[in-house]
Each structure stands twice: as C-alpha cells, then as structure tokens.
C-alpha cells in the first residue's frame, strides 16, 4: 500500500484512547445542585468568566458517569482520582482560599443577631441569607473570581479548567448538598468553629447584663414555666387561627448524618445507610398522617 500523498505527515493526530470504563466506586452525580447552597457553588463557578463556564461544561458528562472517585476534603484542599483514557487515574488537587478572620469575625456576628441562622445550621441546613452576613462583612462564602481556586491536574490539558477538574467541581457540589458544613471547612472554619462562636456571641449579651436584670429573666422564667402536669400538653393559647406547612426536607437524612455513628458501633456498613429507609419511610407516614388532620378541620398545607 503507497503513502497517501494528500495528507502532509505533520498533520497525522493518531486517534485517542478509548476512555477506560467509569470504576464500580465512582461517584455518579444524578442531579446537579439538589439545594440552594449546591446549585448556588455551580452558578458562582460559572460566574467566574466565559471561558471558565464554557470549560466547566465538558465535566458533566464524567461527573454523571462516575469517573471521579476517592474524594477527599481536608482543610481548604479536595483531593480527587478521575478516570480517563490513561490506565493511571488522573489526580485532580483544587485549593480554596481561606477568609481572611476579619470576615469570619464579622459575618459570625452578624449571623448571631439571628436565631435562625443557629438553628437552621444545627438541622444540617444552610440559611439562605448566609451569603449576606458574609457580604456585609466584606467577603463571600463562594467563590467570586479565579484568584479563590487554585486548580491542579496530571493530564496533559493545560487548560483551567480540564474536563477532570470541572467534574470534581460538580461532584463536591453534590458533597454540599450532603454536608453544607464543607463550604465552612473549605473557607477556613470548621463547623464545630462556627457554632461554638455563634453561641458565645448570643450568650454574650446576658452575661454583660447587671446581675439584678439577670435575676428577674430566671425568676420569669420560672415562673412562666410553672405548668401543673395534667395541664402541660394543653395548648394555653386559641388554635383556630395556626396554620401547618407540611413539608418535605430540603436534604434527606441530614438529622442521620449530623448524629453519625454511635461510639458503640462496630459494623462496617455506615449507620446511616442502613438507617435512612426506615427512617424516610417513617417521615413520610408522619407527614400523610398530619395532611390527614385537615379532615377534623386543623388547616394544613402541603409543599
């Protein structure tokens, strides 16, 4: 067979690779940004230029195959294995700047005037003014220009980013729709951090309270709670007018996941796997059997 002529040899590309197949392990992305705070991470990568959106585009496609697997976040570093057309995995590394302890200071105490914040992020949820507090305190907790992430590869693509990268980054978008408290890790707190500032900030304002306005709140306090037993599961107010908002949680099983395994468990499954459909059955009962009331006149409204 003769040389094709009409083909100059320096514009021969031999074909690549066939892409080796995704590993049993990967992670299979189903929904990208199943929260806010998930979808509200993608959208503030795409924020981060044309170009950048335009490369973050070519991971989907790897996120919902399962080629990333082994992630790992620790401080402010993911760490990750994607699985391409190489027999070696590729190792993806991406960095995110930690806030300066000014910001934290700062948006800590503003998300102290509210009790909410507290509350909701004790349930495992991120309150969707958080990024605010984090505003008005001079930073953000997303990432709002290329200078946030610093992105790593070992593929040969010296684009930022590569296919490899982005898929990581929607895979940790799915991380923070299990655990929002990863944000936090990846900006320089640690949930434990936070919550314990939150409270020392609310407690402060009793503490700094002369001690005569310190007595009279306990003995108000007392004395409101001063229920014979017989009366205390009786509402003391009038309920014609309460209405019920029956929802579904915005992150199943977060209460499960918060508590985690007991000192005592020895299995090796993780408890909130075998515990979850029990669990969401459960709730789901709860939640037909309240929508139920509305038959004995209690107004109720399902979301």
Known sequence: MGWDWGTPPWRYFPPPPPKLPPPRHGIKVKRFGATWWGQRWIEALEHLGYTYAARLRRGRSYARQGRVHDLDVEGGEIRALVTGSRPRPYQVTIRVAALADRVWEKAIEVMARRAAFAARLLTGQMPQEIDQAFRSAGGSLFPESTRDLSTRCTCPDWANPCKHVAAVHYVLGEAFDRDPFLLF???????????????????????????????????????????????YERFREHTDDLTF?????????????????????????????????????????????????????????SA
Request: glycine residues 6%; positive net charge; hydrophobic residues 40%.
């Open 185 to 231: 890790e990846l900006r320089g707190r640690s949930r434990e951090q936070v919550l314990d500032a939150l409270r020392r900030h609310r407690a402060a304002p009793e503490a700094a309270a002369p001690p005569r306005a310190r007595r009279a709140r306990r003995e108000a306090s007392i004395h409101s709670s001063a229920v014979a037993p017989e009366q």
């Open 245 to 301: 908002h029956i929802t579904r949680p915005a992150v199943s099983g977060a209460v499960l996941r918060q508590l985690g395994a007991p000192p005592s468990w020895g299995l090796p499954s993780n408890p909130t796997d075998l515990l979850y459909p029990a669990v969401a059955a459960a709730a789901e009962l709860a939640r037909e059997l309240a929508l139920r009331a509305g038959a004995n006149g209690t107004k109720m409204v």
